[in-house]
């Protein structure tokens, strides 16, 4: 897998269709064994974030949503952000 992924935790801004667009929190998950990579996604900015699912990436780069809450485009646009973070120095 390559190694541009998202290492860091990192907020995405969502742009939903049917509701306010929305700031996500993503935590890269060290503990999961479920995939090569997983990460952990959260409200951004609340006193107790809402757990929003996660995303999981094969040794591949392909992906699939473990969650309820984020539609299809929702869920792309996140995994388009993790698989394209670059880090700012």
């Known amino acids: 897998m390559s190694n541009a992924y998202l ?3 990192a907020r995405a801004w969502v742009k939903r269709k049917n509701g306010p667009d929305k700031v996500i929190r993503i935590v890269l998950d060290l503990e999961s064994k479920d995939a090569e990579l997983c990460y952990r996604l959260f409200t951004a900015y609340d006193e107790k974030p809402d757990y929003m699912g996660r995303i999981l990436f ?3 780069g392909f992906w699939i949503y473990d969650g309820d809450i984020l539609i299809v ?3 792309e ?3 388009k952000f993790i698989i394209n973070y670059v880090e700012v120095l």
């Open 7 to 9: 290492v860091n935790n």
């Open 77 to 79: 646009q996140v995994a």
């Open 73 to 75: 485009a929702e869920q």
């Open 58 to 60: 094969d040794v591949q």
